[in-house]
C-alpha cells in the first residue's frame, strides 16, 4: 500500500497511464482534459515510461491514430473531453466495431453552443451508443482505480472492446484531494503484460482490418458486440476482486448507498453523487429511509442488478447532468427506467436534469428533490415528470 | 486543535492564490488530514478576481460543490475589498486574513463590515515576499498566517511539508525564502 497523496484526478489519470506501461497514446489537447497529457508526455519525455506519443492535429486524428496502433499490436490510451469526443464520434465506432482495446479518460465537458468549458455529461452521454465500455467515476481516487481497471476488461480475450473512463471536468479533474496510489510493481503485476489479439503487424500471419459487411453479414456482426457486451459485466466483477487483492478499495457494477431498506432513492453519476451521500446522511438522521444508487458501470448497463436495488422502493428519482431535449426523460433516466419495466412492482419516477455547463450541483438541490420524493412516497400527486433543477425562469 | 475547516480565497489571476490553496493542503494531508482544494472553474486571466476553496477534515471529504459557509476567507489582494463582498456566506465564527500593511490599511474591520464576533487579522504579505523573495508573492505568507488562525495543524508541520516538496522542484535558495516568507506570515499577522 501507498502512501496517501494530494492529487489531481487528472494527475491521477496519467499516473494510472504510466503505470499501465502504455506503448503508443495518441492524443490531442482540450481542456479540461489537456493536463493529462501534459503530465503523461513528461513522463514519457523524461524517461520514466517508453511510450510513443503521437501529437495529432485533431481528435478524429488522434482517435484514428489509437486505431492504427491498436490494431498494429499495441496497448493504446488517449484522453479528452467535449468537442474533441465529439470530432472523434465517427472513429470511436471504428474502435469498437473493430474490437480494438484502447483506453481513453474522458473528462466530462458541455458540448457548445454555447461555448462552455464546465462539467456535464452530453459529451460521454452522446456517444453511449457507440459500442464503448463506459465507466464513471466520483473522485480523482475513482478515476485512478478506474484507468488501471479499464485495461484489464478491454484487454480480456473474452471481451476486447474500448473503454471510456469518465470523471467530472474541473469538478475532480482539477481538484486536488487525497488519493493513494498503487505500487509500481504490484500495478504491473495486475494490469500485466500486453496480449496481442490478430495484430496487423504480424507479417506471418497477414490480416485485415475495416472490411465491408453488408446486409448478409451486418447484422450478425451487431449481434455479436451485442453478446460479447453481456459479457462485461461478469469481467468488470472479476477484474474489481482482483483489484481489491492490491489495493484494499472495493467497486462493483454500481454502488449502493443505504439503499437495501430505503423507501426514497435518488440515481446520480459521478462527483455528484459524493454530494448526495452526505445529504442522504442528513435525511437518514431525522429518521428518513433514503438511499442512493450510483452507476459506474453505465455501458453495457448492467439493468437486471439495478433492477433488483431499486424495485422496492416507493419513489425515485433519477438526476441526469444531460438532457434528450423535447418531451423525452435525460439519457440515465430511460435507462432506469428500462430497468425497472420488467418489474411488477416498482418505485413512482422522477427525472431531474441538473448541472448543465459547470452549473453546481448544490446541497439543497439534493435536498429539495428528497423532499418531493417523501411528498411522492405518501401518495402525493407527480408534478412533473422531468424538471431543470437549479435554474432560473 | 479543530476537526474541519473550510476556507475561501479570494485573489487575482498570476498572485499564486491557486498554488497557496494546493500547497496549504498538501500540508494538511501530510499532517494526516482528508483534504479538497479547488480553484472557482473558469477560463483563467491574470488580474482578473479568482477564488479557490480548502475544505479540510478528519473525515474523508465527500461533498463537490463550493465553500458556502467558509471559517477562514483570504483575501490576497485588498483591492477586492473595493469590488467583492468577501463576507458573502462568512459564519459568525469567520475570520478574514487581508493582505495588508497591519499599520496602514485604516478602519479595515468597518471596510468589510465585519461583524463583532467576527475576527479580522492584517498581515503585510506583499512586503514579506518582497523581504524574503525578492518579488510580490503574497502567497507564501499568506499560508503561514492560514496556518496560525486555521488552528488545524503546527507552523512545523507546514514548514516540513513545504520543504519537502519545493526542495524537488525549486533551488535552496527559493525553498528557504518559501519557508522564511511562511514562518513571518505565521507569526507577523496582526488582530484587528
Not at chain 1, 452522446?126 to 479499464?150: H, K, P, V
Request: proline letters at 5%; hydrophobic letters at 40%.
Amino acid at each position: 500500500m501507498t502512501k496517501m497523496v494530494a492529487a489531481t484526478g487528472n494527475e491521477a489519470i496519467a499516473n494510472a497511464m504510466r503505470l499501465a506501461k502504455v506503448d503508443v497514446c495518441s492524443a490531442y489537447p482540450i481542456t479540461p482534459a489537456t493536463e493529462i497529457m501534459q503530465r503523461f508526455t513528461s513522463f514519457a519525455a523524461n524517461g520514466k515510461v517508453q511510450t510513443e506519443v503521437l501529437l495529432a492535429e485533431s481528435e478524429h486524428s488522434a482517435m484514428s491514430g489509437c486505431i492504427g496502433a491498436s490494431a498494429a499490436g499495441g496497448r493504446v490510451a488517449t484522453a479528452t473531453s467535449s468537442q474533441g469526443l465529439a470530432l472523434m464520434w465517427e472513429m470511436l465506432l471504428v474502435a469498437s466495431g473493430q474490437r480494438l482495446p484502447i483506453v481513453m479518460a474522458v473528462c466530462n465537458r458541455a458540448l457548445a453552443a454555447p461555448t462552455n468549458i464546465g462539467c456535464d455529461h452530453s459529451d460521454s452521454m452522446g456517444t453511449r451508443d457507440c459500442g464503448w465500455i463506459q465507466l464513471y467515476s466520483e473522485t480523482g481516487q475513482e478515476a485512478f482505480d478506474n484507468m488501471l481497471m479499464a485495461f484489464r476488461i478491454a484487454e480480456n480475450m473474452d471481451i476486447r472492446m474500448p473503454v471510456m473512463v469518465c470523471q467530472d471536468g474541473f469538478i475532480t479533474s482539477h481538484s486536488i484531494a487525497n488519493v493513494q496510489w498503487v505500487e509500481e510493481n504490484a500495478a504491473a503485476t495486475f494490469v500485466g503484460d500486453y496480449r496481442q489479439s490478430n495484430p496487423l503487424l504480424d507479417l506471418k500471419r497477414p490480416v485485415s482490418y475495416g472490411q465491408l459487411a453488408l446486409s448478409d453479414l451486418y447484422m450478425e456482426y451487431r449481434k455479436a458486440h451485442d453478446h460479447t457486451m453481456s459479457l462485461v459485466p461478469q469481467v468488470v466483477r472479476e477484474v474489481a476482486a482482483e483489484f481489491k487483492e492490491i489495493s484494499g478499495r472495493s467497486y462493483d457494477l454500481f454502488e449502493s448507498y443505504r439503499l437495501d431498506d430505503a423507501e426514497i432513492g435518488i440515481v446520480v453519476m459521478s462527483s455528484a453523487a459524493g454530494t448526495t451521500k452526505d445529504i442522504i446522511d442528513r435525511y437518514r438522521d431525522k429518521g428518513i429511509k433514503a438511499g442512493l444508487l450510483k452507476p459506474r458501470l453505465y455501458r453495457p448497463f448492467p439493468y437486471e442488478d439495478v433492477a433488483q436495488a431499486l424495485k422496492h422502493l416507493k419513489a425515485l428519482a433519477v438526476l441526469d447532468r444531460a438532457d434528450s431535449f423535447g418531451a423525452s426523460f435525460g439519457p440515465l433516466f430511460l435507462d432506469i427506467a428500462g430497468a425497472l419495466s420488467a418489474c411488477n412492482e416498482r418505485p413512482i419516477m422522477i427525472n431531474k436534469i441538473f448541472g448543465l455547463g459547470g452549473r453546481d450541483y448544490m446541497p439543497e438541490q439534493g435536498e429539495h428533490v428528497l423532499d418531493e420524493l417523501i411528498q411522492i412516497a405518501k401518495g402525493a400527486p407527480v408534478k412533473a415528470a422531468k424538471e431543470y433543477i437549479g435554474v432560473r425562469g | 486543535m479543530v476537526d474541519a475547516i473550510a476556507i475561501r480565497w479570494h485573489g487575482r489571476g498570476g498572485q499564486g492564490t491557486v498554488t497557496a490553496c494546493k500547497v496549504f493542503a498538501e500540508a494538511c494531508l501530510s499532517d494526516g488530514h482528508y483534504v479538497q482544494a479547488f480553484p472557482e472553474y473558469g477560463p483563467e486571466r491574470a488580474g482578473a478576481p479568482i477564488k479557490a476553496y480548502n475544505r479540510v477534515n478528519t473525515k474523508p471529504l465527500r461533498g463537490h460543490y463550493p465553500v458556502l459557509r467558509p471559517d477562514i476567507v483570504v483575501v490576497v489582494d485588498s483591492t477586492l475589498l473595493d469590488c467583492i463582498d468577501v463576507t458573502e456566506g462568512a459564519p459568525d465564527g469567520a475570520a478574514f486574513i487581508v493582505n495588508c500593511n497591519p499599520k496602514n490599511c485604516g478602519d479595515l474591520r468597518a471596510k468589510i463590515k465585519a461583524k463583532p464576533t467576527q475576527r479580522v487579522v492584517a498581515v503585510d504579505a506583499s512586503h514579506i515576499s518582497i523581504a524574503t523573495l525578492g518579488r510580490p508573492m503574497p502567497n507564501a505568507p499568506l499560508i503561514g498566517t492560514v496556518t496560525k488562525v486555521s488552528d488545524m495543524l503546527s507552523l512545523q508541520a507546514v514548514l516540513d511539508d513545504i520543504k519537502v516538496n519545493f526542495s524537488k522542484k525549486f533551488s535552496q535558495k527559493v525553498t528557504q525564502g518559501n519557508l522564511e516568507a511562511t514562518r513571518r506570515g505565521y507569526e507577523e499577522g496582526v488582530e484587528l
